[in-house]
């Protein structure tokens, strides 16, 4: 049994996280963000939380009076936005993390999960198929944070046996919650825009591969590495990879469905970060200690994520 903290519930992938948190058989599951939810999501939420993580008291306070014993961290400054404001993206996505890291052994938590990403790697890394353990020398200030992030949990885990996991997570695409200030948002936003408007302009090239996963997957993995045995877990961070495709492969196979769709490239300052990324990642490492799957391809994801969209917007 467990009683579980969401920091960061309002983003793209809390909102769909808390849900499917609460239809399981934990104790309790507290969604906290700095943002108020809308109304659709604050009545998912079973409870909610105003919580700003840069504020250490605020934290504090709430594990403490919840009995909380899991925390998924998800509140960061995504790449592109990083870009824009570097120290602000220092400050949220570091002092956030150690926060956590410092309730965590405060209150001897059984585990925290904490999101990193494929942004770890930079120009000089192996582009395909990259490995777990590789060359970390990202260019951009999100890369940096989530490498510095990475070293800091497992800094944690070997210094007080603080039981961090985390997942390097590629493009998420999904329908609920819009991300936003990432690279790979192009990936969510050519859906919306090719039902509302059967035109997308897209700021990435159209030979940009980059790693995705759909928000089912993504869902289902991190609530698998929350409940991964932690005896059989050899490694904190884990690649991880749905599928890799280029934004033209995407838009051909939006328009098997919506054959009016047309998209033009515009590619803006995000085409440098993208450029500077993997193509395709190696996650047997995480199929190996805890069992990952992923269940959806390129078409199976376009299918379910026109179904899901045009449900909500049409
Ligand atoms: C972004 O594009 O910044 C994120 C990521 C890959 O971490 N989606």
């Known amino acids: 049994m467990k009683t579980i903290l969401i920091i960061g519930a309002c983003g793209q992938i809390g909102s769909e996280l808390v849900p499917a948190l609460q239809s399981l058989d934990f104790d309790a599951v507290y969604a906290s963000d700095k943002k108020k939810p809308p109304r659709e999501l604050l009545e998912k939420f079973h409870s909610f939380h105003y919580l700003d993580v840069l504020d250490?008291?605020?934290?504090?306070?709430?594990?403490?009076?919840?009995?909380?014993?899991?925390?998924?961290?998800?509140?960061?400054?995504l790449s592109a936005k990083s870009?824009?404001?570097p120290q602000m993206a220092w400050n949220l996505n570091m002092n956030g993390l150690?926060?956590?890291?410092?309730?965590g052994r405060k209150y001897?938590?059984?585990?925290?999960?904490?999101?990193?990403s494929i942004a770890v790697f930079g120009p000089t890394t192996p582009k395909r198929n990259t490995p777990n353990e590789t060359i970390l020398q990202p260019t951009s200030i999100y890369g940096i944070t989530k490498v510095a992030g990475e070293l800091l949990c497992k800094y944690y885990f070997n210094r007080y046996g603080l039981d961090v996991r985390s997942v390097r997570l590629p493009g998420i695409i999904s329908s609920e919650t819009l991300?936003?200030?990432?690279?790979?948002?192009?990936?969510?936003?050519?859906?919306y825009e090719a039902?509302?408007?059967?035109?997308y302009t897209c700021f990435l090239e159209k030979d940009t591969i980059l790693p995705m996963l759909y928000m089912k997957d993504c869902i289902k993995a991190l609530i698998h590495l929350m409940e991964a045995d932690s005896v059989k877990l050899k490694h904190r961070i884990f690649n991880l990879t749905g599928v890799s495709f280029s934004c033209e492969q995407l838009a051909d196979e939006i328009k098997?469905?919506?054959?009016?769709?047309?998209?033009?490239?515009?590619?803006d300052e995000r085409q440098l970060i993208a450029d500077s990324w993997p193509q395709s990642i190696d996650d047997s490492l995480a199929r190996i200690e805890w069992g990952w799957e992923h269940a959806y391809n390129l078409e199976e994801l376009t299918i379910d994520m026109l179904q899901c969209l045009r449900k909500r917007l049409l």
Not at 98 to 103: A, I, K, P, S, T
Not at 179 to 191: K, L, S, W
Not at 195 to 199: D, L, R
Not at 256 to 267: C, E, G, L, R, T
């Open 56 to 77: 250490y008291d605020l934290l504090d306070n709430l594990v403490k009076d919840n009995n909380i014993d899991t925390i998924f961290h998800l509140a960061s400054l």
């Open 256 to 267: 098997k469905h919506i054959p009016n769709f047309s998209i033009k490239y515009q590619p």
């Open 108 to 116: 001897n938590l059984k585990r925290i999960i904490w999101p990193s």
């Open 83 to 85: 870009e824009k404001y």
């Open 98 to 103: 150690l926060n956590v890291l410092e309730v």
């Open 195 to 199: 039902i509302q408007n059967n035109q």
């Open 179 to 191: 991300p936003g200030g990432g690279t790979t948002d192009y990936a969510v936003e050519i859906f």
